[in-house]
């Protein structure tokens, strides 16, 4: 079994805020395209335009429906990808050290040419977020885009994950969440960010930002009026022009 480090160096990870995502899967796009091209290549797809496509992807996006206590009913667009936990069950459950944290920087990730195929890891992450490649025969695993964020090639803006780099609403943060001065962790501590299922006792390094309630009327956007069907302003006047018709 893998043992996981006593502290690492840095805890690099994303804060998504789960008000600002429209669930629009840029996101997953620009994730399955940049790992199709460096690191783990390739993340396989299997009759990708047929009837019953599948394939493997390192980030995806889930809407729900939910019931907020004395709000109106709304839908929550709900990214998932590896949390980067900082006590990874899927690390020491690996019976041949494939799955590993860096100390450098707490990313968790997956020796490939290691990795028997044996889903251990998969089973014991509480977030579904591994994945097994079906013609690689191998655990595939969001890494951060870590051939991105350290690659001098690439302008300084370009150094960060993929979708963070692409979400088009800013609703992705990348940096290290160990340093109580980033940016990242102004924002959780800004907007009450949370771990996901922290009953689980894995101590993910992603956190999550929640909605913000709609009736507030100091939140609401300056559009508001204008989106307002009752409005005397343009959607209400393209309201009532639909009405005659």
Known sequence: MTC???????????????????????????????????????????????????GTFLNRVHSYQV????????????P??????????????CPT????????????????DACIGCGLCAWACPYGAREMDADAGVMKKCTLCVDRIYNENLPEED??????????TGARHFGDLSDPDSK?????????????????????VNKYLP???????DQASLLAPLLDIQATGFAGWLDRVLRKI
């Open 4 to 54: 996981l480090p006593g502290k690492t160096d840095k805890a690099l990870g994303l804060v998504i805020d789960l008000d600002t995502c429209v669930g629009c899967q840029a996101c997953v796009t620009a994730c399955k395209g940049w790992n199709d091209q460096g690191y783990g290549v390739p993340l396989s797809d299997q009759n990708p335009y047929g009837s019953n496509p599948s």
């Open 211 to 217: 909605p913000r309630k709609k009736d507030r009327p």
């Open 97 to 112: 050290g494939a799955s590993y944290k860096r100390v450098e920087d707490g990313i968790v990730l997956v020796n490939e």
């Open 159 to 168: 150094r960060e994950p993929a979708c963070v780099r692409t979400c088009p």
């Open 80 to 93: 998932r990808s590896c949390l980067h936990c900082t006590d990874a069950p899927c690390v020491t459950v």
């Open 184 to 204: 990242v962790s102004q924002l959780v501590a800004a907007r009450g960010g949370y771990d996901l299922m922290p009953e689980q006792g894995t101590k993910p």
């Open 67 to 78: 019931q907020p206590a004395e709000a109106a009913p709304m839908i929550v667009n709900f």
